[in-house]
C-alpha cells in the first residue's frame, strides 16, 4: 500500500536526505559566499577541528594559541591578513610532514579541502573576525523594502530569495492548509467537515479566522507542551535503578495550562525555577516549581548522598543551559569549556543557585522501592481544571440548596456526589521549597566529587555575560529574572533560543538547525536578521507566545506549498533558504493521536493522571525493585492523546520509541525522524491501531451518511482519514484488496470472528463478521499511508 501515492515517495526521500548538503554547519547554498562570513563559514570549522587545543579551555590550551581570538592568530604570523600563503595556519595545514600537519594525525580531524579553501579565501579576503554571534544581543535590521511584502518573516525571506534568483513558492492548496495548520497548533487532523467548510470559505479572512479558532482551543496547550516536555526531561518516573513513578503528572498539567492560558514566556520561566520564592505564591506557581525535581534520581539503598547529589547539580545546569540558553554548560563541569567561553568556576556557580532545593531525603532512607516513590517534598493538589470544576459544583449546590422542593433535592445529591468525587481527585506533586541554610558547592576539581580541594562559591552567572547586582547571596528567582531581564539581563538571548525552537514547530527547523547549542559547535542562523527581528518583536510584545505563533502562520512563507521541483532539489535540498515549506512525518504523540481521532475513539479530556495504552506483555520483565507488570488501561482512558502516556524512562512506550520520543533522560531539542520497518510493523499490528481500524470499519459500514456500495465506503473512510477522496487507482486497489480479504475470510469465517473479536471494542451483532473483518483490513491500510501521519 506504500506505493499508493507518489506523495509517499517524496516523503521517504525528504526523510532520507535531511543532511545531504550540510558539512560542519557551511550549507551549499551559502558556500560560495563571497567573502566567507566567520560566524556562518569559518568558526564552525575551526571549532570542530580546531578549538580543542587552541580554544577557550587554558588548561588544556597547545602553544598558547587560541584561534578563537584575533590577538592571538596575529602573532607569529598564525594568520597574515591577505596573504594566506605567509599563514602559518594555512602552511600547517596543507603541509607533507606529518609532524608539522595541523591538525595532528593521531585526532582523526583532518579538513577537507572544500574547508581549506574556506579558510584561504577568507584570510585573502582580510581574515575579518567577529565575536560568536549568540553572545551578542539581537540588533534591529531595517525590515527589507524592495522584497514587496509587508509580513516581517515574508520580507526577511523574499529579500534573500531575490539574491538566489528565486522567490516564495505558490500558497499550498487549502485542503493542504487547513491540515497543516490543525496538525501544528492542536496536533490533531480537521474532521472532514471542517475540511469542506474551509476548501468552500469564499471570507478573504478565513485563514484568520481559522488561526484564531485553533489558537483558542483548549487542546492547542496539549500539542504545544510536547516540545516543552521533552526540554525538560519530563517522565512519570525517576530514571535511574529501578525507575519507579514519581509523582509529577500535574506539573505536565500545568505546562498545558501555561500554553492554553498563554502564560507569558517570562512569567512561565519564574515559575518553574522560582515559584516557591515569589510572594504569595499560588497553588498553579507550587505546581510549577515541580521542573526542579524532574531529574533522574536514585532509591537504591546503598547510594552516596554526595555522589548523587553532584549528579544532581550536574543534570540541572546542563538543563537550565541547553533550555533556556542554547548552551552547553555543563561541558565545563570537569574543566572549562573547549568551544565556549564558560568556565568550570561559572559551572559552579550557577549550580549554587540550586543549593538551596530541599531534595536530598530520599538519599536518606525515605524512598524506598514503592511506587509511586516518595521524593518528598511533595503537597496535593488539585489542576486549574479540577479546581474550576469543583467551585461550579459548588455554586450550583449553593443556588439549589435555598430551594425546598423535591425536583430540586433530586438534583442536589446526584452533584454533591460528584463534588465528593472532584474533591477525592487530588494528586501529589513533587515541589521545590528552599533549605534555610543552601548547601555548600565547592569548585570540584576535575569534578571529582570526593574532592574537598576546591574554592566554595556563591550563586553567580556566567562572567563573560555580565553579573548580578543584588544586595544579598542570590537566589533562584534572580536567575530567572536574569534569563528574561532584556535590559540587565541576557533576555535577548533567551528570547533567540526560545523563538528558534518555536520556528523549528512550523518549518521542521530551526533558523539556528543546531537548536541544542548555540555555541561554538553549533550552527549559525541561515537568516540572523530574521530571528533578531523575532526575538526583539516576542520581547516588545511581552513575552506573547500566542502571538508569536500567530505572526509565524499568518505569514505567507508558512502558507507556501512544500513541493519541490528539481531545479529547487539541486539547489536547496536542505531548504535553508525555504523557498518552500517542509514534509515530514508527524511525532510519536501526533501519529497516535491521528489514528485515534479518524477513526472517532479519541478521548478529549483534557489534563488527568497518566494513562497506560496496550503494552507487549513482558516488557516490564526485567525492571526490579520493586518488580512490577504493566497493567493498562480498560476504560476510555485507553484513548486518551499521547501526551497523557505514561513515560516509563528506561522502557518507553514501543510505540513511542518506534515512532523517535526519547526517552527524556536528558533535554531534547530535536527530535528524529527516522523512517524504518518498525514503525510500519506497529501501524499494522499495536493493538491500538488496530482498535482504530476496527472503529473505522464500524463507521464505514453504519454510518448513514457513507452510502452502500464499496467505492462509495471507500470514499468515506479515506475522506475520514486523508480529508480527500482517493483517485481511481487509489480506490481500485483498496477495492481489490477488500475483495480479497472477502473471498479469504469467506473460506475461514472463523480468522474473522478472531479479528472481530480483538480489543475493547463492543460486538457489532448488526455487522457482517466477514464484512467487518474485511474492511477492517482495508482501513489498517489506509491507516497505514504515509499521508495519513505526513504534514505537507
Not at 321 to 336: P, R
Not at 607 to 626: D, T
Request: net charge negative; glycine share 4%; aromatic share 8%.
Amino acid at each position: 500500500m506504500t506505493e499508493i501515492r507518489n506523495s509517499d515517495l517524496r516523503w521517504i526521500f525528504s526523510l532520507a536526505l535531511p543532511f545531504a548538503w550540510m558539512t560542519l554547519g557551511v550549507s551549499c547554498t551559502r558556500l560560495l559566499a563571497e567573502p566567507p562570513d566567520f560566524n556562518r563559514d569559518v568558526r564552525p570549522i575551526l571549532a570542530d577541528k580546531c578549538f580543542s587545543c587552541h580554544g577557550p579551555d587554558s588548561k588544556h590550551r597547545e602553544a598558547e594559541l587560541r584561534l578563537d581570538v584575533e590577538d592571538s592568530t596575529r602573532a607569529a604570523n598564525i594568520i597574515v591578513a591577505g596573504q594566506p600563503d605567509e599563514s602559518q595556519m594555512i602552511q600547517r595545514l596543507v603541509t607533507a610532514n606529518p609532524d608539522e600537519r595541523m591538525p595532528p594525525l593521531k585526532t582523526g580531524k583532518q579538513l577537507t579541502e572544500k574547508e581549506i579553501q574556506v579558510l584561504r579565501r577568507w584570510i585573502e579576503s582580510g581574515a575579518e573576525f567577529a565575536p560568536h554571534w549568540a553572545y551578542v544581543a539581537p540588533r534591529r535590521t531595517p525590515m527589507p523594502r524592495d522584497s514587496g511584502e509587508d509580513n516581517l518573516i515574508d520580507a526577511f525571506i523574499a529579500a534573500e530569495l531575490q539574491k538566489h534568483g528565486l522567490q516564495l513558492a505558490p500558497e499550498a492548496d487549502r485542503r493542504t492548509l487547513i491540515r497543516r495548520l490543525n496538525f501544528d497548533l492542536l496536533g490533531l487532523p480537521p474532521a472532514p467537515e471542517d475540511v469542506d467548510a474551509f476548501v468552500n470559505q469564499k471570507d478573504p479572512d478565513s485563514w484568520q479566522k481559522s488561526v484564531e479558532q485553533l489558537l483558542n482551543s483548549e487542546h492547542y496547550g496539549e500539542r504545544m507542551a510536547v516540545f516543552w516536555l521533552d526540554l525538560v526531561r519530563y517522565a512519570d518516573t525517576v530514571g535511574y535503578h529501578g525507575d519507579q513513578e514519581h509523582n509529577s503528572s500535574p506539573y505536565r498539567d500545568y505546562v498545558i495550562d501555561a500554553f492554553n492560558l498563554n502564560i507569558p514566556f517570562d512569567q512561565f520561566t519564574r515559575e518553574q525555577l522560582a515559584g516557591d520564592l515569589l510572594p504569595n505564591s499560588t497553588e498553579d506557581q507550587k505546581i510549577a516549581t515541580c521542573y526542579n525535581r524532574l531529574l533522574q534520581t536514585s532509591h537504591e539503598g546503598g547510594v552516596q548522598p554526595k555522589e548523587y547529589l553532584t549528579m544532581y547539580q550536574a543534570d540541572r545546569i546542563r538543563n537550565l543551559s541547553a533550555v533556556w540558553m542554547g548552551a552547553t554548560v555543563g561541558c565545563a563541569q570537569c574543566h572549562d569549556h573547549k568551544f565556549d567561553p564558560y568556565t568550570a568556576h561559572d559551572f559552579y556557580t550557577l549550580a549554587a543557585f540550586f543549593a538551596d532545593i530541599d531534595e536530598e531525603r530520599h538519599l536518606r532512607g525515605d524512598g524506598g522501592d514503592t511506587l509511586p516513590t516518595r521524593r518528598q517534598p511533595e503537597i496535593p493538589v488539585h489542576t486549574r481544571l479540577e479546581r474550576q470544576q469543583i467551585q461550579k459544583l459548588q455554586e450550583q449546590i449553593a443556588t439549589l440548596e435555598g430551594v425546598t422542593d423535591d425536583v430540586t433535592r433530586q438534583k442536589l445529591e446526584p452533584l454533591k456526589a460528584q463534588l465528593a468525587a472532584a474533591e477525592k481527585q487530588k494528586r501529589a506533586v513533587m515541589v521545590t521549597q528552599a533549605l534555610e541554610t543552601p548547601r555548600t558547592v565547592r569548585v570540584l576539581p576535575r569534578g571529582n566529587w570526593l574532592d574537598e580541594s576546591g574554592p566554595v562559591v556563591e550563586p553567580a552567572v556566567p562572567a563573560f555575560l555580565g553579573k548580578l547586582d543584588v544586595p544579598r547571596r542570590a537566589n533562584r528567582l534572580d536567575l530567572a529574572n536574569w534569563l528574561v531581564d532584556s535590559e540587565r539581563g541576557i533576555g535577548k538571548l533567551t528570547a533567540r533560543v526560545f523563538v528558534n525552537r518555536v520556528w523549528a514547530l512550523f518549518f521542521g527547523a530551526g533558523l539556528c538547525r543546531t537548536q541544542e547549542d548555540f555555541g561554538g559547535q553549533g550552527e549559525a542562523p541561515d537568516y540572523p536578521e530574521l530571528l533578531d527581528a523575532l526575538a526583539l518583536d516576542v520581547i516588545e510584545h511581552d513575552w506573547d507566545v500566542k502571538h508569536l505563533v500567530r505572526t509565524i502562520v499568518m505569514s505567507r512563507t508558512y502558507r507556501q506549498s512544500s513541493a519541490a521541483s528539481p531545479e529547487l532539489m539541486e539547489k536547496d535540498s536542505d531548504n535553508r533558504l525555504l523557498a518552500r515549506q517542509s514534509h515530514w512525518r508527524l511525532p510519536a504523540e501526533a501519529v497516535r493521536d491521528t489514528a485515534l481521532a479518524v477513526s472517532g475513539l479519541l478521548n478529549r479530556q483534557v489534563g488527568g493522571p497518566s494513562v497506560r495504552p496496550y503494552q507487549p506483555a513482558g516488557y516490564y520483565r526485567h525492571l526490579n525493585f520493586p518488580k512490577r507488570e504493566y497493567v493498562s488501561d480498560t476504560n476510555d482512558s485507553q484513548w486518551r492523546r499521547g501526551v497523557y502516556v505514561h513515560w516509563q524512562r528506561q522502557f518507553l512506550h514501543p510505540m513511542m520509541k518506534a515512532f523517535d520520543a526519547p526517552s527524556r533522560e536528558e533535554c531534547t531539542a530535536t527530535r528524529p525522524r527516522s523512517n524504518t520497518p518498525l514503525a510500519a510493523l506497529v501501524l499494522l499490528n499495536d493493538p491500538t491501531f488496530i482498535e482504530c481500524a476496527k472503529a473505522l470499519a464500524i463507521s464505514t459500514l453504519t454510518n448513514a451518511q457513507t452510502g452502500t456500495s464499496d467505492s462509495d465506503r471507500i470514499r468515506y473512510a479515506f475522506r475520514q482519514v486523508i480529508s480527500r477522496v482517493p483517485d481511481e487507482k487509489e480506490s481500485a486497489t483498496l477495492i481489490s484488496l477488500l475483495q480479497q480479504d472477502r473471498d479469504e475470510f469467506q473460506k475461514s469465517p472463523d480468522s474473522a470472528t478472531k479479528i472481530n473479536q480483538i480489543g475493547l471494542l463492543p460486538k457489532n451483532s448488526s455487522v457482517d463478521p466477514v464484512e467487518l473483518a474485511s474492511w477492517t483490513s482495508v482501513c489498517r491500510a489506509i491507516l497505514n499511508l504515509s499521508e495519513t501521519y505526513s504534514r505537507e
